[in-house]
């Protein structure tokens, strides 16, 4: 790499790790607390975590799936065991799931092995967290059996709406639920259909309508591509139109793009840190700028990535060589980005706005 | 089959075929007229027809692919030409489409070998249609470069909204259309992203909100199931609940299910004429009694298929062994369903609403 950008890593990151995290029950293990949506609350700068659990196994043949379940309208945790040499007709390849091998060869996702939900930390200062014992949102058995990750949080006036993943057997969709006080929460349901995560709701509405980042995963025809849709409510959306599919040019966005943080306004336009993998799953932060009357209008992007993983705690943990952002902080020309590090610790970083303008080409 | 129910197809049947249908230019031959939408308008039968047309081509090694493009504003068909022994990135063994087959082994689209539009046919008797020489709705190249395919009408109050499936390169997504008049009409976006399709609008709101089934088919987790959404305005929609994913138990609908027609309400229920496949692709239609305050509860669902492929038209053709509905119209106690058979030809069967009941399991 030949290009220089001022990143700084917070010194006290990894911010949060698994350790740091009390599980939610004595059959649990966290794996991860990372993707975290963040705001400013109360004076306080408040993280929505996504925690992945995952059940305990000794034997070495079981693989112990957790799944919500609605008994009698109350939500509980189910924990169905598989044996690897009996329960022969799934794909145990990937530790994160149980796979079904189809016709075609595709390998579709049959079970997952962990299970997440949301948790708050809250901070003084933005680095010295500390991370809440229970949960702030749990999965529902009707919505996400398989649990819910990846919060963004976009405040608009006193009302904070969160958009995360609902996953269930039946994909993963995105959920809508908002809070003004992180102690109780209304849920708006299923804003879009599976498969479609990564939902960066913008923090006002632009000539009259809330605008959405989407980024729907085809079966058929098309890839994982960002796009951006309308709202009259922040409950229903349309007017999709295609954004964009990552570029074949810049090997570190050749895979695949997403979400990212929530946009913020700058004197320039919008400005959306994006993610995007290559072809080898290593996940890197990119930025757009985008028209402030029009933001499915790209003004300019970065032609490199601002953040790729270079630090051993992104470089080594669940997932390896992930930077993955749900949220960022715009606050006196410094863009704080928190990140997911290698699928299992939250971190922040910051980036002067100037250096990410400078990066970007026309 | 042990179970009789009394279908009456259409002395007519087809009632429209491709010879009926009048090529859009000189380069293209029709390869299909089916997948209609239905109504009746200033006293007549109308049906939305998919028309699909590809190119001719005398070469046995040439694929030509017809793409819409939009050329100093104005949209134009423009056709790319592809060598098979040239072009050898691209799989084709299925005619209906160029192929990329994935790292996994999945057969990923790269483009369609036809293009459809959408035609008006009208009648004065719902058997003997006239179909228009030119198109009523054309794809547009921002929207729908590879075409619009399977149109349902919605008639509401004056107003009749178009639901169709825009196809592109980004994947197969809902476009939504209304017209007074079937001469000029009103576009109203993409309602829903890829990949989703078989959409069908109620024709009334229920409690306030108009309700939607959708279709979406998403990659990694999940199948292709129906879904059903809400919307205060018709163009904008959320609030998605999964409905139905078919039955392994039936045999006929062992494969996917979708969308079929607009519903229509009886004394007992919404009634949805609804198509479901095997694995072999073998397409049939069921039909499900729906709660008329909440159409998202089922009250009873046909066990068996009320229309397959038995006629040489519905086993023989572009695709052979499918019925594929849209449209049905409920008069008199007769559910006249208007359906694709084998992927190119416009049919009818009548069957008497007291036979689906009667078929139908509690």
């Given at each position: 790499m030949t290009y220089k950008i001022n990143v700084v890593r917070s010194e006290?990151?990894?911010?949060?790790?698994?350790?740091?995290v009390k599980p939610s029950n004595k059959y649990f293990t966290v794996d991860g607390v990372f993707n975290c949506g963040v705001c400013t609350y109360n004076g306080e700068y408040l993280l929505l975590c996504r925690v992945a659990e995952s059940v305990k196994s000794h034997k070495e043949d079981e693989v112990k799936i957790p799944i919500v379940v609605n008994v009698h309208g109350k939500e509980i945790i189910d924990i169905v065991t598989f044996n690897k040499k009996v329960d022969?007709?799934?794909?145990?390849?990937?530790?994160?799931s149980l796979g079904i091998i189809e016709k075609g060869g595709a390998r579709k996702i049959a079970y997952l092995t962990s299970l997440s939900h949301i948790r708050i930390a809250r901070s003084k200062d933005g680095e010295n967290f500390k991370i809440e014992d229970e949960a702030f949102i749990k999965p529902i058995a009707s919505q996400e059996e398989w649990g819910i990750e990846d919060p963004r949080i976009t405040q608009i006036e006193d009302t904070y709406y969160i958009s995360y993943t609902s996953v269930s057997r039946n994909g993963a969709a995105t959920s809508l639920v908002s809070t003004k006080d992180f102690e109780t929460y209304e849920r708006h349901g299923v804003i879009f259909a599976p498969e479609n995560k990564d939902v960066t709701i913008f923090p006002q509405k632009i000539n009259g309508k809330y605008i959405a980042f989407n980024r729907p995963v085809p079966y058929a025809i098309g890839g994982a591509d960002m796009w951006i849709a309308e709202s009259p409510d922040l409950e229903h959306w349309g007017k999709q139109k295609h954004f964009y599919g990552g570029s074949n040019e810049e090997s570190w966005e050749n895979g695949r793009v997403g979400g990212g943080a929530v946009p913020f306004l700058t004197e320039k336009g919008w400005v959306k840190i994006y993610h995007a993998a290559d072809k080898d799953d290593r996940y890197c932060l990119g930025a757009f700028l985008l028209d402030k009357n029009d933001p499915s209008k790209i003004l300019a992007k970065t032609s490199k990535a601002i953040l790729q993983p270079e630090a051993t705690y992104e470089k080594e943990g669940f997932f390896g060589n992930v930077v993955f952002t749900c949220g960022c902080l715009f606050e006196e020309g410094i863009v704080k980005i928190y990140y997911g590090a290698a699928d299992d610790k939250v971190c922040r970083a910051d980036v002067k706005i100037e250096d990410i303008f400078n990066l970007m080409e026309k």
């Amino acid at each position: 790499m030949t290009y220089k950008i001022n990143v700084v890593r917070s010194e006290r990151n990894p911010l949060i790790k698994p350790s740091d995290v009390k599980p939610s029950n004595k059959y649990f293990t966290v794996d991860g607390v990372f993707n975290c949506g963040v705001c400013t609350y109360n004076g306080e700068y408040l993280l929505l975590c996504r925690v992945a659990e995952s059940v305990k196994s000794h034997k070495e043949d079981e693989v112990k799936i957790p799944i919500v379940v609605n008994v009698h309208g109350k939500e509980i945790i189910d924990i169905v065991t598989f044996n690897k040499k009996v329960d022969t007709e799934y794909d145990y390849s990937d530790t994160r799931s149980l796979g079904i091998i189809e016709k075609g060869g595709a390998r579709k996702i049959a079970y997952l092995t962990s299970l997440s939900h949301i948790r708050i930390a809250r901070s003084k200062d933005g680095e010295n967290f500390k991370i809440e014992d229970e949960a702030f949102i749990k999965p529902i058995a009707s919505q996400e059996e398989w649990g819910i990750e990846d919060p963004r949080i976009t405040q608009i006036e006193d009302t904070y709406y969160i958009s995360y993943t609902s996953v269930s057997r039946n994909g993963a969709a995105t959920s809508l639920v908002s809070t003004k006080d992180f102690e109780t929460y209304e849920r708006h349901g299923v804003i879009f259909a599976p498969e479609n995560k990564d939902v960066t709701i913008f923090p006002q509405k632009i000539n009259g309508k809330y605008i959405a980042f989407n980024r729907p995963v085809p079966y058929a025809i098309g890839g994982a591509d960002m796009w951006i849709a309308e709202s009259p409510d922040l409950e229903h959306w349309g007017k999709q139109k295609h954004f964009y599919g990552g570029s074949n040019e810049e090997s570190w966005e050749n895979g695949r793009v997403g979400g990212g943080a929530v946009p913020f306004l700058t004197e320039k336009g919008w400005v959306k840190i994006y993610h995007a993998a290559d072809k080898d799953d290593r996940y890197c932060l990119g930025a757009f700028l985008l028209d402030k009357n029009d933001p499915s209008k790209i003004l300019a992007k970065t032609s490199k990535a601002i953040l790729q993983p270079e630090a051993t705690y992104e470089k080594e943990g669940f997932f390896g060589n992930v930077v993955f952002t749900c949220g960022c902080l715009f606050e006196e020309g410094i863009v704080k980005i928190y990140y997911g590090a290698a699928d299992d610790k939250v971190c922040r970083a910051d980036v002067k706005i100037e250096d990410i303008f400078n990066l970007m080409e026309k």
